[in-house]
């Protein structure tokens, strides 16, 4: 508990210094998670208990939104709301995509960045007008009404895509997983267990102290760097398809000296 003292008085106050400068408080949140974040010098905070306040604050945002939901009010500006908040949600999930495909990334992935990008700022855009005021106007309504929408679409995305990551997940042989984040690894890897009880977890980890944390609680097969996992990986294939050891030994060679070479 002590740990996390830093953590709530850092919030508070860049929050107040945030209202100060008659800026949001979400700016002093924001900046604060910056500060404490592992990509940061300086504090490094529990990743695992940041995590969990998040989640409630991100509920109470929730909240704030539906206290303005009114199906009458929705209603009323339906015909520009709904086709807006479409084809907006369109545009962004198509340029999610496009960039992140330019990037390297699968389309799995560039498809779900796109919808995060769709839907990033629809709460913090609506706690400036909801602080200065602003939400009885028509043109305030239009943008709460669009909120609505992005909020209802979310939420059927969300459903489809749990239901096609079960799936995709109860026919897995294998799941990998390279996250540095140990209370998170352990939900994924409960909930495939819970699909695919045969299925063949792998573990990346980015650091000793995490390698060893993920061992004691035998969530899969655990592997430090680049070069172990390589070597994992291949005795794996090897004992699938019972290939001959020299096969596998040449192979196996030439990988380590291509990671090597990258590394360099």
Same mark, same amino acid.
């Given at each position: 508990?002590?740990?996390?003292?830093?953590?709530l008085a850092s919030r508070w106050c860049l929050a107040f210094i945030a209202?100060?400068?008659?800026?949001? $408080?979400?700016?002093?949140?924001?900046?604060?998670? =910056?500060? =404490?974040? #592992?990509?940061? #010098?300086?504090?490094?905070?529990?990743?695992?208990?940041?995590?969990? #306040?998040?989640? =409630?604050?991100?509920?109470?945002?929730?909240?704030?939104?539906?206290?303005?939901?009114?199906?009458?009010?929705?209603?009323?500006?339906?015909?520009?709301?709904? #086709?807006?908040? &479409?084809?907006?949600?369109?545009? +962004?999930? +198509?340029?999610?995509?496009?960039?992140? $495909?330019?990037?390297?990334?699968? *389309? !799995?992935?560039?498809?779900?960045?796109?919808?995060?990008?769709?839907?990033?700022?629809?709460?913090?855009?609506?706690?400036?007008? /909801?602080?200065?005021?602003?939400?009885?106007?028509?043109?305030?309504? &239009?943008?709460?009404?669009?909120? @609505?929408? /992005?909020?209802?679409?979310?939420?059927?995305?969300? *459903?489809?895509? /749990?239901?096609?990551?079960?799936?995709?997940?109860?026919r897995a042989a294998r799941l990998f997983i390279a996250i540095s984040d140990?209370? !998170? @690894?352990?939900?994924?890897?409960?909930? +495939?267990?819970?699909? !695919?009880?045969? =299925?063949?977890? &792998?573990?990346?980890?980015?650091?000793?102290? /995490? +390698?060893? &944390?993920?061992?004691?609680?035998?969530?899969?097969?655990?592997?430090?760097?680049?070069?172990?996992?390589?070597?994992?990986?291949?005795?794996?294939?090897?004992?699938?398809?019972?290939?001959?050891?020299?096969?596998?030994?040449?192979?196996?060679?030439?990988i380590t000296q291509a990671i090597r070479e990258g590394g360099t």
């Amino acid at each position: 508990m002590l740990s996390s003292l830093p953590i709530l008085a850092s919030r508070w106050c860049l929050a107040f210094i945030a209202t100060r400068f008659r800026m949001l $408080s979400l700016v002093g949140y924001l900046l604060t998670g =910056i500060m =404490i974040s #592992p990509v940061t #010098p300086g504090f490094l905070a529990d990743v695992g208990f940041a995590c969990q #306040p998040d989640e =409630i604050g991100v509920v109470l945002l929730t909240f704030g939104v539906g206290l303005y939901f009114s199906v009458g009010d929705l209603m009323a500006v339906r015909c520009i709301a709904v #086709p807006s908040t &479409i084809v907006q949600i369109a545009l +962004a999930v +198509a340029s999610g995509i496009a960039t992140a $495909s330019f990037w390297g990334w699968s *389309i !799995n992935v560039s498809l779900v960045f796109g919808l995060c990008i769709s839907i990033a700022s629809t709460v913090v855009l609506l706690r400036t007008p /909801e602080a200065k005021g602003l939400l009885k106007s028509v043109n305030d309504q &239009i943008v709460v009404g669009r909120f @609505i929408v /992005e909020g209802l679409v979310m939420v059927l995305v969300l *459903i489809l895509y /749990e239901v096609l990551t079960q799936v995709h997940v109860a026919r897995a042989a294998r799941l990998f997983i390279a996250i540095s984040d140990t209370f !998170n @690894i352990r939900k994924m890897v409960e909930i +495939a267990k819970t699909l !695919n009880s045969s =299925i063949f977890v &792998i573990l990346r980890t980015h650091s000793e102290e /995490e +390698a060893e &944390i993920l061992r004691k609680k035998s969530l899969g097969t655990v592997f430090l760097d680049e070069c172990e996992l390589a070597h994992g990986m291949i005795t794996h294939t090897q004992l699938h398809l019972r290939l001959h050891t020299k096969d596998v030994q040449e192979f196996s060679s030439g990988i380590t000296q291509a990671i090597r070479e990258g590394g360099t």
